[in-house]
């Protein structure tokens, strides 16, 4: 049922598209998808607490999701513990393999923040920017980015449980953000609008902290990530 209505794409043509869209938003060429992190806040569950106690201080499960440029969902990962880093759940993850394993076309990438290591699929912003090629990239990267953070918000307000505190268990909050995920790809296939009015302010949703910064591919071990950020962004912008 779940790959029904969230599938990544693997196909030339999708993928092309995808790409076509993306670029419509910042000029920022070869992008598939947006992809980052956002908690949803869970009672403390009896079993293994500190776990999922985030950098936040409070419970919740962390939640890896990608957007396409028209704000629908093209993978998700609810399974993770609010401490789980957002570049380990990547790591972790089948959208890791399909670009590692060489599953999606080369010149395909995802844009991620500063919170994943830089790889020659997934770019990320430069933490000291140089003026020039590399301001002209973080510029764009940011705008384009901010699809997946517009996307996020988009769901939660669509469906209101995952703003407030989710009172189940870790494994049955998991399957409700999943299922929300399914009918936020519903909604937007039968282009259902979301709702106009916006939730109260949630500190719960600011997901940015400047102590997980990455910058190159030190988490993998080279910097063929960092190389490759580099002539991207010197080649296109």
């Not at 969230?6 to 598209?17: K, L, N, S, T, Y």
């Not at 936040?56 to 499960?61: T, V």
């Not at 770019?123 to 997946?148: C, D, E, M, W």
């Amino acid at each position: 049922m779940v790959q029904q209505f969230i599938r990544f794409p693997v196909q030339a043509d999708q993928i092309r598209r995808n790409q076509e869209h993306f670029f419509q938003v910042a000029g920022f060429p070869g992008i598939v998808g947006a992809i980052d992190g956002t908690h949803v806040q869970i009672i403390a569950p009896s079993v293994d607490e500190n776990e999922f106690i985030n950098r936040h201080h409070y419970h919740s499960i962390n939640v890896q999701v990608v957007f396409d440029a028209s704000y629908k969902i093209l993978d998700i990962v609810a399974k993770w513990p609010g401490s789980t880093h957002d570049s380990r759940i990547l790591r972790e993850s089948g959208l890791h393999v399909l670009f590692e394993n060489n599953h999606i076309p080369v010149h395909t990438h995802l844009l991620g923040d500063s919170g994943y290591p830089s790889r020659r699929w997934l770019l990320t912003p430069f933490l000291r920017p140089l003026p020039g090629a590399q301001t002209n990239y973080n510029r764009a990267h940011k705008r384009t980015r901010s699809i997946v953070e517009r996307g996020i918000g988009q769901l939660k307000r669509r469906f209101h449980v995952l703003h407030g505190e989710v009172r189940l268990s870790p494994q049955k909050t998991c399957q409700v953000i999943i299922a929300c995920a399914v009918l936020h790809n519903i909604c937007k296939d039968r282009q259902i609008p979301i709702p106009d009015e916006d939730p109260d302010e949630n500190p719960n949703d600011a997901e940015d902290d400047d102590t997980n910064h990455h910058d190159g591919g030190a988490v993998c071990g080279n910097n063929n990530g960092t190389l490759y950020r580099q002539l991207f962004a010197v080649t296109h912008f």
